[in-house]
């Protein structure tokens, strides 16, 4: 009681909310910019928090944390660029609804899926911790490298109707996630004797590169009128109330993406592109018409955004128990966290109790804050990317360059984005998608360090094929990886034995 009283009484602290209003809004406008990541607003704005009070701090850099997650999808459904790496599978059917017409039902889908799978998360942060942090322990090499297996088996669906083009463009992925030092030894692989290439791709110029590039060379090459502007966004009357109907008649879809996202949330270095990705997959497959996603359908935008969501508040749990974080921009909280003095880990509940149960009710809070913002605010964000083709494709070029290059201060990542831009262009006008390429390139690094460490360990017990398959959560993804590839198989037996009934 006496700890609930601490918290009620930190939290009613009139600067405590206008810095978490702050943070959301400041992450919902950062999150909307393509090239700006939430990892990248958390570390600018973490040298602010110094002066602040710890539980103000926290506070702070989680509501941006959650703003820049979703406002992502803002940039994902209006012009078809995730703001950030996580709304990557939202613009498979956000897009396509704004082009329908309907950018507002989408908008507030995403609005109200996120900010339900967000607080579904922080419960989850709240009351699960300990059970989520021993699940998280008991993963090894094998069972990562597995997870990413069951990742790449994905391609099916993501494949846009051609599935060899989509186990190319993974083989793509894959390879060029091979560029730079071997996670395990160290030696320098397919860098051309550039010393530039030695740390590898960067992650997120990537994902720009084959994401934005080819849409904005779309956006000039259809551009008919020179007045033409970008579809206006004006929401339809009633639109709120339809769309939370929409939502609530679907609660099995948004749960099942909320509890995907916790988990993958936990598990370190998956991360919410990860989650986004393996619930719409979910979604398509577990559903019963599976022929209107990628065209606008808008489980396709709630299952993305409220699995991105809630792994904001699973990458959290793996920090507070034990240290680890579980996504990027849990990495830069932990700075934060040693910036105030304080260690986090297994005793981090008993030293530090009043701050980090603040912080988790917060986080909650934030959410249900990011909600009313996103549903009310989406619009004027809206309209700041909603500006003629001929303004809108320099300031999105323009701000991807500066994105690509602060990331890492590096010359080099402009030079990539504008290459495998290009290519990414050629690619998409060969009928190749670029999430297949997006997600060997994600998945590959997990692979192969699970993999290489694997090896090691096998040295050990002298039997690699018996430590891939004796342990009981790797005999659980091995059969997930088969039912992934042969689902696609077995759908097209269902709806040939449907014909002929």
């Known amino acids: 009681m006496e700890i609930i009283q601490e918290v009620l009484a930190s939290l009613s602290q009139p600067f405590t909310i206008i810095y978490m209003i702050f943070g959301v809004a400041a992450g919902m406008v950062v999150g909307a910019l393509p090239g700006l990541t939430a990892t990248m607003a958390i570390a600018v704005m973490l040298p602010f928090t110094f002066s602040m009070p710890a539980d103000t701090a926290l506070i702070t850099l989680g509501g941006i944390y959650i703003g820049a997650i979703f406002g992502g999808c803002i940039a994902a459904i209006l012009i078809n660029t995730p703001g950030t790496p996580s709304s990557i599978a939202t613009t498979f059917d956000g897009y396509p609804m704004t082009q329908q017409g309907k950018p507002d039902r989408a908008l507030i889908t995403a609005a109200v899926s996120s900010g339900i799978g ?38 099916a669906t993501l494949s846009s109707g051609s599935l060899l083009k989509g186990l190319i463009g993974g083989t793509i992925g894959l390879l060029l ?5 071997a996670p395990i030894g160290g030696s320098s692989r397919f860098t051309f004797g550039f010393s530039q290439l030695q740390a590898g791709f960067e992650l997120i110029v990537m994902l ?3 994401f934005c590039i080819p849409q904005v060379i779309k956006m000039i090459k259809n551009q008919k009128d020179p007045t033409e502007q970008v579809q206006s966004f004006q929401q339809e009357k009633g639109v709120i109330g339809y769309v939370f109907r929409q939502v609530i008649m679907r609660p099995f879809l948004i749960l099942r993406s909320a509890v995907m996202g916790i988990i993958v949330g936990i598990i370190p270095g998956a991360g919410g592109n990860v989650a986004s990705l393996l619930s719409y997959d979910a979604t398509v497959r577990l559903s019963k018409d599976q022929s209107t996603f990628g065209k606008g359908d808008v489980r396709g935008v709630a299952a993305s955004e409220g ?33 105030q003095g304080i260690q986090p ?34 619009k004027y964000i809206g309209k700041v990317i909603n500006i003629p083709t001929y303004y809108l494709a320099p300031a999105i070029v323009f701000l991807t360059i500066i994105g690509s290059y602060a990331i890492r201060n590096n010359f080099t990542d402009v030079v990539t984005l504008i290459v495998f831009g290009l290519i990414g262009y050629v690619l998409s006008e060969r009928g190749f998608a670029p ?22 360990i096998s040295d050990g017990i002298g039997d690699l094929f018996v430590l891939f398959v004796s342990r009981p959560i790797t005999i659980i993804l091995i059969l997930f990886c088969i039912l992934s590839l042969l689902s696609p198989y077995i759908g097209k037996l269902l709806k040939k034995t449907k014909t002929q009934e």
């Open 118 to 155: 967000g607080v579904i998360g922080g419960l989850a942060l709240l009351f699960l911790t300990p059970l989520l942090a021993a699940l998280a322990l008991k993963f090894g090499p094998p069972e990562f490298f597995w997870i990413a297996i069951l990742g790449l088996t994905m391609v």
């Open 177 to 181: 996630s091979m560029v730079g030092l």
């Open 208 to 210: 720009i590169a084959f």
């Open 307 to 339: 699995a991105n969501n809630a792994e904001v508040g699973g990458s959290l749990v793996p920090l507070l128990a034990l240290g680890i974080p579980g996504a990027p921009p849990a990495a830069v909280i932990i700075g934060a966290l040693l910036m």
């Open 345 to 378: 880990g297994p005793n981090l509940f008993e030293e530090n109790g009043v701050l980090i149960y603040t912080f988790i009710t917060a986080f909650i809070l934030s959410n249900i804050v990011m909600l009313v913002l996103a549903i009310f605010g989406s």
């Open 435 to 456: 999430a297949p390429i997006v997600l060997g390139l994600i998945l590959g690094p997990i692979a192969e360090e699970g993999l290489s460490q694997s090896i090691l």
